[in-house]
């Protein structure tokens, strides 16, 4: 299928030229592939954390606002890309991966997901096959977009960052290093191959 999975980094959404960074990525590095975008929760996601620590919502309320953080920033992204919107029907989405699938079409699109229904659909499944999964700060949209590229089978997992690689493949030190959420290391050894671009320095 050639099925590539961005995790777009939250902090990059104050790049003025996000759009053609995001565009000139695809056309330079991954033109052979269908990219799938899902935007991590940004500044959203922060508010969220500052609620929590003003007013210790409980560990599920958090994670769920932050989930809602990560769908507005989907709807963002999609806009300056030029999509109607961020594709959110996980029928609609499965469909998607079907029809990369089975085309032969050199022209491979690129679209930007609102995932968190799929999430919520796949969740037991991936619980099931990986590994109980905490509904708290532990789990970020890393490793949700992590599981969802073992779960689609995609290639590659890209996470799109502000800085630049680690200089070491270990993910235990990625995670110590709050390069990663602390569940990362946990679904890592589970996908084929994880790539680093710091987007902004593109």
Not at 125 to 134: G, M, S, V
Request: glycine share 4%; with cysteine; proline share 5%.
């Amino acid at each position: 299928m050639s099925l590539v999975v961005w995790k777009l980094g939250g902090s990059l959404f104050d790049l003025p030229d996000l759009a053609q960074r995001i565009r000139r990525l695809k056309a330079e590095c991954y033109a052979d592939f269908s990219v799938v975008i899902i935007p991590g929760g940004g500044e959203f996601a922060d508010v969220v954390r500052r609620l929590d620590q003003n007013y210790q919502l409980s560990a599920r309320d958090s994670h769920c606002l932050a989930l809602e953080a990560m769908r507005i920033n989907a709807r963002m992204v999609a806009n300056l890309l030029g999509e109607s919107a961020a594709l959110a029907d996980p029928d609609q989405q499965q469909k998607r991966l079907q029809t990369w699938h089975a085309s032969e079409d050199t022209a491979k699109p690129m679209e930007v997901w609102d995932v968190i229904n799929t999430w919520n659909l796949c969740l037991p499944a991936l619980e099931e096959r990986i590994a109980p999964i905490p509904e708290d700060w532990t789990l970020t949209s890393d490793s949700i977009a992590a599981l969802l590229a073992w779960y689609w089978q995609a290639d590659r997992l890209v996470l799109c960052k502000s800085i630049d690689a680690p200089t070491t493949d270990d993910v235990h030190a990625w995670a110590k290093q709050g390069l990663v959420d602390l569940f990362f290391p946990q679904i890592a050894p589970h996908l084929p191959c994880i790539e680093w671009v710091n987007l902004r320095a593109q």
